[in-house]
């Protein structure tokens, strides 16, 4: 990987924690702008947030692509990517429930080699850099811890807008639920890569999941010591491109993974 990525990290901060700031501010006065199929959304919101953090990035680095969640796909292909979900939780703020996040993520030779994760209601920012670990405000993040509680896992749960009844995604669910002290479906992936990467749940499970988000927080969860696997137990390399179908996982501290392939499999 070229460089420490310092100045990128920086950049992408001070973008997340800008876009955050607006968010924040504004948060009641979210209105929607246009439905974007099924029960999902674009709000003013998430158009201001992305503004501000495309400009930022464009600025800053204009020989890289940007594929952001509402703007689409800009600048020259291959090379580096920046990935931009502004507003991580918008069926959330619509419904006026203070759970969402900002995210940014870059992503090089296929890879992600950056992830920025920003929590606008508490003002936290986490990042990681492929091979130096992952950080938040009170420094380094350990990530789930290595034995599975007694009354069983705290387990994040995502699933792409596409899936709606899918009967694997119901037994997935099912088993979950079973076999869990509780099962969190967030509607803000982002929010369950910080909470993995804090150690704060113990795994995390995707199911076709949406990929603009995906990689900076999958970065994030390992660089603070959790391993991403399939469903079928293979390493799973976290990518906003290709079918739906790829982007199913199981994330948790290696020593449980096999917990994971048992009640996760399809």
Not at 165 to 179: F, N, S
Request: charged share 20%; hydrophobic share 45%; with cysteine.
């Amino acid at each position: 990987m070229p460089g420490d990525l310092d100045r990128e990290r920086r950049i992408a901060m001070a973008a997340a924690e800008e876009a955050g700031a607006l968010l924040a501010a504004s948060f009641h006065s979210a209105h929607t702008v246009h439905a974007k199929g099924g029960r999902d959304m674009v709000l003013n919101l998430d158009l201001a947030a992305e503004k501000i953090i495309v400009t930022r990035l464009r600025e800053a680095f204009p020989d890289d692509r940007i594929v952001s969640e509402e703007a689409g796909d800009h600048g020259p292909q291959g090379g580096r990517t920046w990935l931009v979900d502004p507003l991580d939780g918008t069926n959330n703020v619509a419904i006026g429930l203070p759970a969402y996040a900002v995210g940014i993520g870059l992503m090089d030779g296929g890879r992600p080699v950056l992830g920025i994760v920003h929590e606008p209601v508490t003002g936290a920012t986490f990042h990681a850099v492929a091979g130096r670990g992952a950080y938040g405000p009170a420094g380094r993040l350990t990530g789930p811890a290595s034995v599975l509680p007694e009354s069983g896992p705290v387990v994040a749960w995502t699933q792409g807008y596409g899936v709606g009844r899918d009967p694997a995604a119901a037994r997935i669910r099912t088993e979950l639920e079973r076999e869990s002290w509780r099962v969190l479906q967030l509607w803000a992936p982002l929010l369950g890569w910080v909470l993995l990467a804090r150690g704060t749940i113990d795994a995390f499970v995707g199911y076709r999941a949406e990929g603009v988000d995906l990689p900076a927080g999958a970065l994030l969860a390992a660089e603070a010591g959790a391993e991403l696997r399939t469903l079928d137990g293979e390493v799973f390399t976290p990518d906003h491109t290709g079918p739906p179908e790829g982007r199913s996982f199981v994330a948790a501290r290696g020593e449980n993974l096999a917990w994971g392939r048992l009640r996760c499999s399809v």
